[in-house]
């Protein structure tokens, strides 16, 4: 059985090329506080890329 496709690598690369270019940013804590909350993923992340956008 091949498990490749569940392979993180790429995912965690992302995530912290986010926290490094927008960490500091109120949109992303807002984000993960959401997170941390137990929101809805996809919920959050259009509440960030809203706040991202002006």
């Known amino acids: 059985m091949e498990f490749g496709v569940f392979d993180k690598s790429s ?27 137990g929101e809805d993923f996809n919920k959050s992340g259009t509440c960030f890329c809203r706040c991202l956008q002006g």
């Open 11 to 37: 995912m965690e690369q992302y995530e912290q090329e986010v926290k490094e270019r927008w960490g500091q940013s109120e949109a992303y804590r807002e984000f993960m506080q959401r997170q941390r909350d």
